[in-house]
């Protein structure tokens, strides 16, 4: 289980109740958007399916005495931060398949406010300990060809081009690369993921809690 404490982000497991707010990145993020019977299916019929979400944890302690940065959470906090019941909004998610000893990357998304601050990592790093702790062999994702920056994420833990699926994308006939880890238990793959989520956690610790707010 991962520590979020002190992290301007944290992930948890997706619920029905989160799906209208998955819907909205979802169409924010994909030409063809799942539908919300789609998420319904995935969260209470499919054994196989594990959903996660990211939602900001900024609060008014972070900021210590930085008075521009806590009227900026003032105003965060006090518009669009949270919803009626006080949860912080959705602003990303991911999903895999557990498979026969392969968990198959389904989707993974981050609101466009919101991208380029390393949630998309943190998503990742989540997902493929989810899949550790489900004892996967490998993880594998399909990507459009074009998607060169979704590419560039699953290269830096790991994966690798290990086929091609012509057509793949009803839109436009895009093809995917399938792309694969090598075996996630091997010591040299679980070295390099401790390695990388140690950084990653560095990163968040180490930097202005303002870099991650919206628009920023
Ligand atoms: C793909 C996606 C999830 C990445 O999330 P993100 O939060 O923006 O990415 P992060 O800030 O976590 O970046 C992690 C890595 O992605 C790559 N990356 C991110 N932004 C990039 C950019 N603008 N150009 C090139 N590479 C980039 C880098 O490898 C980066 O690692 P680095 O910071 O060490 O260089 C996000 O862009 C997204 O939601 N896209 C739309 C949906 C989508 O395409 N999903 C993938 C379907 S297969």
């Avoid at 003032?74 to 019941?85: A, K, P, T, Y």
């Avoid at 839109?171 to 690369?177: H, K, L, S």
């Amino acid at each position: 289980m991962h520590d979020f404490t002190g992290l301007p982000f944290y992930v948890e497991p997706m619920l029905p109740q989160d799906i209208p707010g998955v819907i909205e990145v979802e169409k924010l993020s994909f030409p063809t958007p799942w539908p919300a019977s789609v998420y319904r299916y995935e969260l209470q019929q499919n054994r196989d399916a594990h959903y996660c979400v990211a939602r900001p944890q900024f609060n008014i302690q972070n900021a210590g005495r930085n008075w521009d940065l806590l009227q900026r959470l003032r105003h965060w906090i006090g518009g669009n931060g949270e919803s009626e019941d006080n949860t912080p909004p959705l602003i990303g998610y991911g999903g895999l398949w557990m498979i026969v000893g392969e968990a198959h990357i389904s989707q993974i998304a981050v609101h466009p406010d919101y991208r380029g601050k390393k949630l998309g990592e943190l998503l990742l790093v989540f997902m493929i300990q989810r899949a550790m702790e489900l004892d996967a062999e490998i993880v594998t994702l399909e990507v459009r060809v074009s998607n060169t920056i979704a590419q560039n994420l699953y290269r830096k833990y790991g994966f690798q081009q290990v086929g091609m699926r012509k057509a793949y994308y009803s839109d436009n006939n895009e093809d995917a690369f399938l792309m694969s880890t090598d075996r996630v238990t091997a010591p040299a793959y679980q070295e390099k993921f401790k390695k990388l989520e140690t950084a990653l956690w560095q990163y968040f610790r180490s930097q202005p809690l303002s870099i991650f707010l919206p628009g920023e």
